[in-house]
């Protein structure tokens, strides 16, 4: 026993200086995982500090949850609708919307050349009527 002293003292150093240098590396990791473990004590959240009445709750809300998802998911597939496909139509419609809001309807060209000829009418008209009404104060 005593010929293996030295080598359990050496052994405790090295493993000291090796937490050491991982606790320097891992740092932030570190304070982030404390702070978890502090935001859970205040909230009483550890598993085995959960009393069963509470597990029992959580439990049925998850369990709840998960049938309600799986009926969606059945309605989806029953219309032939994938849900991978909505996801997708669902943010390119988000991302056209927060680009510039819903886009504006277009007018047709066919449209445009009828507006602009009953405009144009218009104004021959109300000239006409202009020349007119001069002509008889005459």
């Known amino acids: 026993m005593i010929r293996l002293k030295p080598v359990a003292d050496k052994a405790k150093s090295g493993f000291k200086l090796l937490r050491e240098r991982h606790a320097e590396e891992h740092a ?41 998802i799986a009926q969606i998911e059945d309605k989806l597939r029953a219309a032939n609708l ?28 066919l449209g445009k050349l009828e507006r602009y000829k009953a405009e144009a009418e218009e104004q021959k008209r109300q000239e006409i009527e202009k020349k007119t009404s001069i002509g008889y104060r005459k």
């Open 28 to 68: 932030d990791e570190i304070a982030e995982y404390n702070k978890a473990v502090r935001y859970l004590k205040v909230n009483q959240m550890f598993a085995s500090e959960m009393r069963p009445d509470d597990r029992r709750k959580y439990e049925a809300r998850r369990d709840a949850l998960l049938k309600e």
């Open 82 to 109: 994938d849900p991978e496909i909505i996801r997708t139509i669902r943010y390119q419609v988000e991302k056209v919307t927060e680009a510039g809001g819903i886009p504006e309807k277009k007018e047709s060209v």
